[in-house]
Nanobody
Framework: QRQLVESGGGEVQTGASLRLSCVAS????????MGWFRQAPGKERLIVAS????????VYDDSVKGRFTITRDNDKNTLYLQMNDLTPEDSAMYSC?????????????????WGQGTQVTVSS
């Protein structure tokens, strides 16, 4: 069964850093673009970042550019999201997802498999 499992969330203060991980199983990880999304209570799910199948291209939402970095290790079937300089506006459930294709994409409909998510809470 295709599965994505996130970890690394937590409760931090403004300005702190967190590193999220997403481990894939039963997925040919190196054949798909991957993405991180987030959803705050009462709000829609939004793209955070996405990365090409081989890690040579990324896209970011404007709200996280310069603070967040998405990377992947295809040998470990693992996706990462390094988050720096966190603010309360970054508080949300963060989920990883595997796309249908090879190229990084912002659109949720382009993703086939989703993880359950890991909660990030940033206090002021």
């Amino acid at each position: 069964q295709r599965q994505l499992v996130e970890s690394g969330g937590g409760e931090v203060q403004t300005g702190a850093s967190l590193r999220l991980s997403c481990v894939a199983s039963e997925i040919k990880f190196n054949r798909y673009a991957m993405g991180w999304f987030r959803q705050a209570p009462g709000k829609e799910r939004l793209i955070v970042a996405s990365i090409n199948w081989n890690g040579d291209g990324e896209v970011y939402d404007d709200s996280v550019k310069g603070r967040f970095t998405i990377t992947r290790d295809n040998d470990k079937n693992t996706l990462y999201l390094q988050m720096n300089d966190l603010t309360p506006e970054d508080s949300a459930m963060y989920s990883c997802a595997a796309a249908w294709g090879l190229i990084a994409t912002r659109k949720g409909d382009d993703y086939a498999t989703w993880g359950q998510g890991t909660q990030v809470t940033v206090s002021s």
